[in-house]
Nanobody, 123 residues
Framework: QVQLVESGGGLVQAGGSLRLSCAASGRASSRKAMGWFRQAPGKEREFVAAISWSGGTTMLDSVKGRFTITRDNPKNTVYLQMNSLQLEDTAVYYC?????????????????WGQGTQVTVSS
């Protein structure tokens, strides 16, 4: 069993920055790819970014150049640095642990999910 706890969400003005953190615990949390997804009201959950165990990343096109995903394996923590935030980035952001060490964009590949953290971007 893996527990994921997100933190770092909040209210920010457009153009601002936030850094989300996801702390993983549990023996099965090691050597897993990790991902960030988001869900805005009335919309389906959307892939944002993922990072493999070795550090390879893949990003949603609309966040490339603005968001960065990193991980600290000894701390079992994954980060999502979000810069130049836009109104359309408003959503609940979820951290997830993949079944494997490789990155995937399909949420079906992820077997553990956090509770989510709200990110609200205001004008």
């Amino acid at each position: 069993q893996v527990q994921l706890v997100e933190s770092g969400g909040g209210l920010v003005q457009a153009g601002g920055s936030l850094r989300l953190s996801c702390a993983a615990s549990g023996r099965a949390s090691s050597r897993k790819a990790m991902g960030w997804f988001r869900q805005a009201p009335g919309k389906e959950r959307e892939f944002v970014a993922a990072i493999s165990w070795s550090g390879g990343t893949t990003m949603l096109d609309s966040v490339k150049g603005r968001f960065t995903i990193t991980r600290d394996n000894p701390k079992n923590t994954v980060y999502l640095q979000m810069n130049s935030l836009q109104l359309e980035d408003t959503a609940v952001y979820y951290c997830a642990a993949d079944r494997t060490a490789a990155v995937h964009t399909d949420p079906a590949a992820y077997i553990y999910w956090g509770q989510g953290t709200q990110v609200t971007v205001s004008s």
